[in-house]
């Protein structure tokens, strides 16, 4: 079984930094892709930021220059720094991990719960 636990959401003044963090737990033999989505109600589910097992990055255009996504390999951990953030930035955040439980095992989508991420004007 593997579980990824989300932690650090919350409420913001605008302008405010939050710092997310998602571990991944359970059998997890090699994770390749990290990143973090985000989602609004009435709308779907949006890409924030990517992370490869080279640390290469991908960021949406809205949080380029705010955001930074990171990963430590040996904790299973990929964290969110959220800097300058706006009301617009309020969502449900979401991290997800590309995993397999074994060497010869199939790779698939872990997803966290969910941390609220609110932020005030």
């Known amino acids: 079984q593997v579980q990824l636990v989300e932690s650090g959401g919350g409420l913001v003044q605008a302008g405010g930094s939050l710092r997310l963090s998602c571990v991944a737990s359970g059998s997890t033999v090699s994770i390749t892709a990290m990143g973090w989505y985000r989602q609004t109600p009435g709308k779907q589910r949006e890409l924030v930021a990517t992370i490869g097992s080279s640390r290469n990055t991908n960021y949406a255009d809205s949080v380029k220059g705010r955001f930074t996504i990171s990963r430590d390999n040996a904790l299973k951990t990929v964290y969110l720094q959220m800097n300058s953030l706006k009301p617009e930035d309020t969502a449900v955040y979401y991290c997800?991990?590309?995993?397999?439980?074994?060497?010869?095992?199939?790779?698939?989508?872990?997803w966290g719960q969910g941390t609220q991420v609110t932020v005030s004007s």
């Open positions: 997800n991990m590309v995993i397999r439980r074994t060497n010869m095992g199939m790779w698939n989508d872990y």
